[in-house]
T-cell receptor, first 111, second 114 residues
Framework: GNSVTQMEGPVTLSEEAFLTINCTYT??????LFWYVQYPGEGLQLLLK?????DKGSNKGFEATYRKETTSFHLEKGSVQVSDSAVYFC??????????FGPGTSLSVIP | DVKVTQSSRYLVKRTGEKVFLECVQD?????MFWYRQDPGLGLRLIYF???????EKGDIPEGYSVSREKKERFSLILESASTNQTSMYLC?????????????FGPGTRLTVL
């Protein structure tokens, strides 16, 4: 069945470090892919998305490229800030299926 | 901006009580969802609804029911609360007009069942 796998956390980085959070998926069709972010004490909010192969989603300095050949959608940011501390969820949706979320990766950025 | 609101941020109930969690969205979205979020398990879908008075079971519907009498409101009901239903509950909505089906989430209700 369809699923989403992402790297286990927690991830701890120093401010201005480079961030990568890996995400891979299995799907029977061609899903839309998402990264959602959950800041402490809040609900999830959409960070970025890509709807077809080779699309790059970007927002707030974060980027992710839809790689069909490796079934991946890795999240990257060149220079993280303390305010980026949150839980990040990778997710997919195919045409006839509900949204499937990964387990989440907790990120802590220390000054 | 889409706004999804949930009736309570924190709730404490006793075992056996009937619990109602309310969710309201203001963007005329057709689809609404209830998830529970637990450490190490991520989000798990309890129920969803794609139209008024319609409901579909998600991955973990046991012990829950839902009600959608109006398009903007989706209620989650715990008929007889149990301690294993202590969790964070998240409501979300989405539009059929959005091909990618982006979901918009409320702030969550942290339910503790004693």
């Amino acid at each position: 069945g369809n699923s989403v796998t992402q790297m286990e956390g927690p991830v701890t980085l120093s401010e201005e470090a480079f961030l990568t959070i890996n995400c891979t998926y299995t799907a029977t069709g061609y899903p839309s892919l998402f990264w959602y972010v959950q800041y402490p004490g809040e609900g999830l909010q959409l960070l970025l998305k890509a709807t077809k192969a080779d699309d790059k989603g970007s927002n707030k300095g974060f980027e992710a490229t839809y790689r069909k050949e490796t079934t991946s959608f890795h999240l990257e940011k060149g220079s993280v800030q303390v305010s980026d501390s949150a839980v990040y969820f990778c997710a997919q949706k195919t045409s006839y299926d509900k949204v499937i979320f990964g387990p989440g990766t907790s990120l802590s950025v220390i000054p | 901006d889409v706004k999804v609101t949930q009736s309570s941020r924190y709730l404490v109930k006793r075992t056996g009580e009937k619990v109602f969690l309310e969710c309201v969205q203001d963007m005329d979205h057709e689809n609404m969802f209830w998830y529970r979020q637990d450490p190490g398990l991520g989000l798990r879908l309890i129920y969803f609804s794609y139209d008024v008075k319609m409901k579909e079971k998600g991955d973990i519907p046991e012990g829950y029911s839902v009600s959608r009498e109006k398009k903007e409101r989706f209620s989650l009901i715990l008929e007889s609360a149990s301690t294993n239903q202590t969790s964070m509950y998240l409501c979300a909505s989405s539009s059929d007009r959005d091909y990618a089906d982006t979901q918009y989430f409320g702030p969550g209700t942290r339910l503790t069942v004693l």
